[in-house]
């Protein structure tokens, strides 16, 4: 009777120990999801989570998100860890078809065992399974085919290989490194691309050009350059001041729009203080692409111009009607509620697409824990023809010190106005109108 006893008290024990090991696990796993932002890419707008349907449009054509709840006829429910280990760091499902790189597999390779297995158990204990069929994707025939992914895949995605630190550098900046390089996946939208799609680099052991921003745009913005350059990177940022971004989308220098503010929205915002502090610390260890960069140098002309009411410069009357309330005839915004323009990186980098982007449709700043308030800059679009944002956007871009090799065009503003996600955010008959008056 005493064994028998003795053999239940034990196994009650041991069931009892593993469902907290479990639990814990799959609490752990949940962390990392968030790390990895999976629900920007799996939630569709107003859908379930991780039930996929996200529309993604790329240089080939539209990819729809796949179901990865466990679902087991139309989610990953049947996947055993193998098979979920093979699709994240291999591209590879479960069928044995390779993934259109829009899932960013060639970062995930760096993902540890024990961090696999966590989000493995997330995602078959702690998501509730739907059941919700894949969208097909809207790529035409022969981009469509599966095939030439595979050699694609093999010629481009890396191996799995163990994440090793530098020895050079401390443990949180290597923590920082890790979480860039792999869960954050900061190189699929930072870092440039070659014709045939892949990022040129993956990890910034000796290149220069990880993370040194978008070669092209992506969804209608381009992604901003992490590094140390002096104008259009990290270089006047202190570590505090990337802290602050990366926690609330916005700091003394800028605030966030575009993509980021999902990542910013569903994934930085839950990150550990400690894990914050040290993606900035590692993104600090950055050295510039471009170490020649002059650095942005501040210019009161025109402030003191707009001051006295002269604006006969071009775009100078569009600035002060749309823009000067909230980002003052200065250019120095108000701190954390409407970013200054002067010294921007945004408005420094060469490539003017993200700007146009804003003046266009304007921007949201969402509330996050730690800073509530949502601030939203109305979109300018339906009242200001393609000329006008061309003008304003120069100003803009010249003005305070700003200063720019190139100009912006009334055709440059027509060719983001007539993208399909700008349509959708301006409506077709504000469009039209405008067409109708140039």
């Not at 060639?106 to 158990?121: I, K």
């Not at 209608?220 to 002096?230: E, K, Q, S, V, Y």
């Not at 009161?300 to 707009?306: F, P, S």
Request: contains cysteine; negative net charge.
């Amino acid at each position: 009777m005493k064994k028998t006893f003795l053999t239940l008290l034990l196994t009650i024990t041991s069931f009892s120990v593993l469902a907290d090991d479990s639990g814990d696990l799959v609490k752990r796993g949940e962390y990392l999801a968030r790390a990895g932002d999976c629900t920007a890419c799996h939630t569709a707008k107003g859908g379930k989570p991780f039930a996929g349907g996200l529309p993604m449009v790329t240089p080939i054509g539209t990819i729809y998100s796949t179901n990865i709840t466990p679902d087991k006829q139309t989610g990953i429910g049947d996947y055993s860890y193998d098979d979920f280990q093979k699709a994240v760091r291999q591209g590879i499902a479960k069928t044995g078809e390779t993934l259109y790189p829009a899932m960013p597999y060639p970062s995930y390779a760096v993902v540890s065992d024990d961090d696999m297995h966590a989000l493995y158990a997330y995602f078959m204990q702690g998501v509730p399974a739907v059941n919700q069929e894949n969208k097909a994707t809207d790529i035409p025939w022969p981009l469509s085919m599966r095939w030439p992914l595979a050699i694609w895949r093999k010629m481009f995605a890396p191996d799995v290989k163990s994440f090793v630190p530098n020895a050079q550098d401390d443990e949180s900046v290597n923590r920082g490194r890790y979480l860039v390089e792999g869960l954050e996946h900061c190189g699929a939208c930072h870092t440039p691309r070659s014709i045939t799609m892949q990022e040129k680099v993956q990890n910034g052991e000796g290149n220069t050009l990880y993370l040194a921003g978008s070669s092209a745009p992506i969804e209608g913005w381009t992604a901003n350059n992490l590094r140390g350059d002096n104008r259009d990177g990290l270089g006047r940022w202190n570590q505090q001041e990337i802290e602050q971004f990366l926690r609330y989308g916005r700091n003394d220098q800028t605030a966030v729009f575009g993509g980021m503010t999902d990542v910013v929205q569903h994934s930085l915002q839950y990150l550990t203080d400690a894990d914050i502090t040290a993606i900035a610390r590692y993104l600090k260890t950055l050295s510039p692409h471009d170490p020649q960069q002059a650095p942005f140098t501040e210019n009161n002309t025109v402030a003191k111009a707009l001051w006295q009411g002269d604006d006969q410069i071009t775009g100078a009357s569009e600035y002060v009607d749309n823009c000067a309330a909230c980002h003052k005839t200065d250019g120095t915004g108000y701190k954390r509620f409407f970013p200054q323009l002067k010294g921007n990186p945004v408005v420094l980098t060469e490539d003017p697409t993200s700007l146009i982007h804003i003046i266009l449709t304007g921007a949201h700043l969402p509330g996050v824990s730690g800073a509530p308030s949502a601030i939203t800059m109305p979109a300018f679009g339906w009242r200001l023809n393609d000329q006008q944002v061309a003008n304003l956007a120069n100003f803009v871009r010249t003005s305070w010190g700003n200063t720019q090799s190139s100009a912006v065009t009334a055709e440059d503003v027509a060719k983001i106005r007539k993208q399909d996600n700008v349509k959708d955010q301006l409506g077709s008959s504000s469009i039209g109108t405008l067409e109708k008056q140039q």
